[in-house]
């Protein structure tokens, strides 16, 4: 993706048929449903791709077991074969995980409960997954679990993806079938005709320059922000903005092969720690964002206390303090408003696709029916753009890798080639062609190759140091400190790739560091805690 190309055809004057603006999961997945179906359609992203929730997810591609018990049986069927499709057709990026849900005497829920449910959850996916084990064998699976009270417990499938990379992947397939892609270009203002919203003026916040564009459709696809941009047309929000946050550990330090479902002692509500990228990962929290949707989110000290109170609840002999969680990380939730006075968590995750004059907001839903929502979305576009309504779907979410981009990793380890072919996809082999001599090697303590940072900083459009190391990669999550420890090994690479000078490459990292203390990190407690502590 090379961005002064992308800007130039966009800046070209010639009238798009459509225009995604939000770079997240799902305006990538109504830019590649669009590009395929053959119409002219650009994509842009005032930040970096993936940079608001859809890099802040709680990293699963799943059913939504919990919705099921909410009753939402229409929105879980959707989501189980569209996480079965995509661990089809992402294999090595979207992996299967089981998971792991103790019952204990005393409990709400209790095994036959909790079995109905998981039955009715395979008969939506069509394959059973569920299984009973009983104490010492879920034990077996799970020996930092809390065997008090243990009477055993169910394990199901779902299955665990790197969100970001999920975007990139799609973005990527969007470009090469010949659509507009680029980051850090916002929108100015819509313009509106007699038919209604017929174009914007974008600025390339990077360059500094605006210009202007028309289309015959707009589609809203900004996530969390999108009422900003419908209230520029004059329309009320509808938006319940939730926050959910996570902490992420050393696998050492919380040690498990699979995922763990619980229920939070103080309120019941379901959490979870499940393995991921070589760490473990806890979450998640659901509450009312009421920051400046501008300020990058970050974890709350309440937060953080209430996820440790359910790990040191489920695995007190590991005794788990603050100095074991490595990074932090908050996403904000685009949940539309029910109307009721309701927690957070009761409200609906079902997604809402509204025409507004030509405007087309799509907003809300789950990661797992990205493509889903898309497909819904261009329904209601067709209404502008016909040639939407006249191309029947195809039925893979992503395109296959073709054979001989396969056989050009033959000679990657096969843990490697497994991860390349789902993260890249048929560029696989290209990653491999751009890489140096050593850069197939890992980086300590992670799975990510030396070679997929140099891929990144020369094809994929990275702007700033966290681009690179939050979404690109995420090993600014995954490191301590952010990966402080790399920045003199990434220096060199940086420098070549993205023609970056000393100075350039001082104000990175200064800026890097600053964002991952204030929304990575774990907040200190008030001085007036610590003490009474």
């Known amino acids: 993706m090379n961005r002064d190309d992308v800007l130039a055809r966009l800046r070209d004057g010639a009238p798009l048929d459509l225009l995604v603006i939000g770079g997240g999961i799902v305006g990538a997945g109504v830019a590649l449903e669009a590009a395929r179906a053959g119409v002219r359609v650009a994509l842009v992203e005032a930040r970096d791709f993936a940079a608001g929730t859809s890099s802040r997810s709680s990293k699963l591609v799943h059913g939504g077991l919990r919705y099921l018990a909410q009753g939402r049986i229409g929105l879980t069927r959707a989501s189980v074969r569209e996480r079965d499709a995509l661990m089809r057709d992402a294999a090595g990026l979207v992996q299967p995980l089981r998971f792991l849900l103790p019952v204990r005497r005393g409990d709400a829920n209790g095994r036959r409960r909790l079995g109905v449910g998981l039955a009715l959850y395979d008969a939506l996916a069509g394959r059973r997954t569920r299984q009973w084990h009983d104490a010492s064998a879920l034990l077996a699976r799970a020996p930092v679990l809390d065997a008090g009270g243990l009477r055993g417990g169910w394990s199901y499938l779902d299955a665990r993806v790197d969100d970001a990379r999920l975007v990139l992947r799609v973005l990527a397939e969007t470009h090469d079938l010949g659509a507009p892609v680029v980051n850090h270009v916002r929108v100015e203002s819509l313009s509106r ?12 916040m990077l360059g500094g320059a605006s210009f202007t564009v028309s289309t015959r459709c707009v589609v809203n696809a900004t996530g969390a922000w999108a009422d900003a941009l419908r209230g520029s047309i ?33 309120d019941g509500r379901p959490v979870f720690a499940l393995p991921w990228e070589g760490a473990t990962l806890a979450g998640t929290t659901d509450l009312d964002h009421h920051d400046d949707l501008e300020r990058e989110p970050g974890i709350t000290r309440d937060e953080v206390d209430y996820l440790l109170e359910a790990l040191q609840h489920a695995f007190p002999s590991l005794g788990l303090v603050d100095a074991d969680v490595r990074s932090t990380w908050a996403g904000v939730r685009p949940v539309v408003r029910s109307g009721r006075t309701v927690a957070p968590s009761q409200e609906t995750r079902e997604h809402l696709v509204i025409d507004e004059d030509g405007l087309i907001t799509v907003t809300g839903g789950k990661l797992t029916t990205f493509r889903a929502t898309a497909l819904q979305t261009l329904r209601r576009a067709a209404r502008h753009v016909p040639a939407l309504g006249a191309r029947r779907p195809r039925a893979d979410i ?18 490697l080639r497994e991860r390349w072919l789902g993260r890249f996809g048929a560029r696989a082999a290209q990653v491999l062609a751009a890489a140096r001599d050593d850069e197939l090697d890992t980086v300590a303590g992670t799975d990510t190759a030396w070679a997929e940072l140099r891929w990144a900083c020369r094809t994929e459009a990275v702007a700033h140091l966290d681009d690179l190391l939050l979404r690109r990669t995420c090993l600014g999550l995954l490191l301590a400190d952010g990966a402080a420890a790399l920045l003199p090994q990434l220096r060199p690479i940086a420098q070549h790739e993205l023609g970056w000078s000393e100075r350039r490459w001082i104000e990175e990292c200064s800026r890097y560091r600053a964002l991952i203390a204030r929304c990575h990190g774990v907040p200190q407690r008030p001085a007036s805690t610590a003490r009474a502590s």
């Open 193 to 204: 005709g007699a038919a209604g919203v017929d174009g914007a003026r974008l600025r390339d």
């Open 234 to 266: 004059g329309r009320a929000p509808v938006l319940r903005p939730l926050r959910g946050s996570h902490l992420l550990l050393p696998g050492w330090r919380l040690p498990l092969a699979q995922a763990v479902a619980l229920f939070h002692p103080r």
């Open 398 to 415: 992503l395109a296959g890798v073709p054979a001989a981009a396969a056989a050009a990793l033959e000679r990657v380890p096969a843990r």
